[in-house]
């Protein structure tokens, strides 16, 4: 996947929350998907294929959505493996931890930090 011109949006969820989606017109990542029916509403309304799903950590409200987007196909969830019932296909590997690097296509992110994602070119 290679995204040219990236969108970055917010998803409204829950009361007070947004899931975070950044997409190219046609492919989109989400970030901290806590619910899936928000995500998938906004992909279907844009047409976009999910390609990716990054976690920046395991709780609730920030991985609840994960199964039902699942549901869609086989869809690479970067992020944190801490249990066995994670979601993660993609953990990081070998000693690396949360500052671990996940790539898919361009995208390039570092789960250690606050404002996780950046764009290469």
């Given at each position: 996947m290679t995204m040219d011109r990236i969108h970055i949006q917010p998803i409204p969820a829950f009361k007070d929350n947004y899931i975070w989606m950044m997409h190219d017109g046609r492919h989109a990542v989400v970030v901290d998907p806590g619910a899936a029916a928000p995500v998938l509403k906004a992909l279907d309304a844009q047409g976009l294929q999910l390609s990716a799903v990054l976690l920046t950590h395991l709780?609730?409200?920030h991985n609840s959505g994960v199964p039902g987007?699942?549901?869609?196909?086989s869809i690479p969830v970067f992020g944190p493996l801490l249990n066995e019932h994670d979601r993660v296909s993609h953990p990081p590997r070998g000693r690396q931890s949360m500052g671990a690097q996940a790539r898919q296509g361009r995208l390039e992110s570092d789960a250690s930090n606050p404002a996780p994602t950046r764009w290469q070119r």
């Open positions: 709780h609730f409200d987007l699942l549901e869609r196909g």
